[in-house]
C-alpha cells in the first residue's frame, strides 16, 4: 500500500512580497494620470529612469516664478506648452483652476510685506488640491468611482508582475475621502501650503452650498513653540486664530468661527479624558477641519493608533489636512498595515 504524505496543518501559503510606501501613494498617482501621464508606466529622462511625477514636472523647475502679463503663473502656460492629448482635464477647468489659485495667493500676500512667489512644486500642491476639492464638493460619487478604477488598475498591474507584489490597497469607501495629507521637505513652504488649503477649502464649501460643512476649523501642531510660529504666520495671512481655550464653560463658544476663524491646540493636549491642561477629543465634536502640523513627530505605534483614532474622531463629518515631511516614517513607526494604506490613499 502506497504510503501517504502527511500535510503539515499549518502550512501557509507564502505571502507575496510588498510594494514600498512610495509606491503606493494612489491619490498621487490617480492626480498624474489626469495629466496624460501613466503613473504605471516606465519613464525615462536623459537615459535614466524617472518616476512618473518627474514627467509632470521636468518642464517646471527650469520656469520662471510669478505671475505674468495675463495674471496666470508662468508655470500654467509652461504646462500648457506640453498638453498632452491624453490629458483628462479639460484645459478650461484648469483654467479656473489656475485662477483660484492666483486669487488665493493675492489674499494670501494682501498684509504682508515681501510678497509669496511660489516655487514649481508649491503651485503643484495647491493645483492637486484644487483638482480634488473640486471633486470632493462637486462630485463626489465621481470622485469615488474614478479612485476605485485607479485602484483596480493599480492592483490589477502589481499583480501581473513577473514578480507579483501585495498592495494592500482596498477599493476607497466614502468615509475614506475627507482625508489630504501633504507630504513635503522641510523648509518647502508647508505653513503657507497650509493658509491656502484653508481658503481653499473654505471657497469650494461656501460655493456648493455647504459653508456649514465644518462646525470649527483646528490647527493642530506638536508643541508650544510651533503654535506660536503658526498663530503669527496666520495672523500676516490675515486669518482670524485663537488657542483653543480649554475650560469646557468657554470652549464652545469657538464653534461660531466654522471657516472664518481657526483655533489652535497642541496634539499633547488632545487625549480620552479631561484634565488640567488636556481636552477629551470627544467633546470637540466630529465635524471639524483640522490641519495638522508634523502630527507624527516623536511617534512610536501606540502614539500613532492613538493619534489616527483622535483624527478619526475629529473628522468623522469634517475634514482633514495633514503635513508632513515624514509621513513615511511613521507609517514605518506604527507597523500597522491600516494606517499605512490609509495614507497610501490620502498623500496628494
Known sequence: MATKTKIPKNTKAKALPSLPFSQKLVLNQWLISLFGIDPLASHQHNGRSVRPMHALTKTLGDCREGLDADNLHFFYKQL????LPEAKLHPDVLRQYEQNIVAHTQWLNEGR?????WKYYQWLSLLFAEIYLDHYFNRREVLLALLNAYVARFNAHWAAQPVPQATGIAPYTPDELNKLCLQNATGSGKTLLMHVNYRQFAHYAHQAGQGDAVTRTLLI??????????????????????RLVLDNNDMFASQTGHLTRVDFVEITKLGDKDGPTSIATRNLGDQNLILVDEGHRGMGKAEEDGWYKQRSMLTEKGFAFEYSATFREAVNASASAKIEQAYAKAVL
Not at 500648457?80 to 498638453?83: E, H, L
Open 80 to 83: 500648457q506648452v506640453g498638453w
Open 221 to 242: 501642531t506638536p508643541n508650544e513653540g510651533l503654535s506660536q510660529q503658526h498663530e503669527e504666520e496666520m495672523r500676516q495671512s490675515g486669518i482670524e486664530v485663537n
Open 113 to 117: 510685506e515681501r510678497p509669496i512667489e
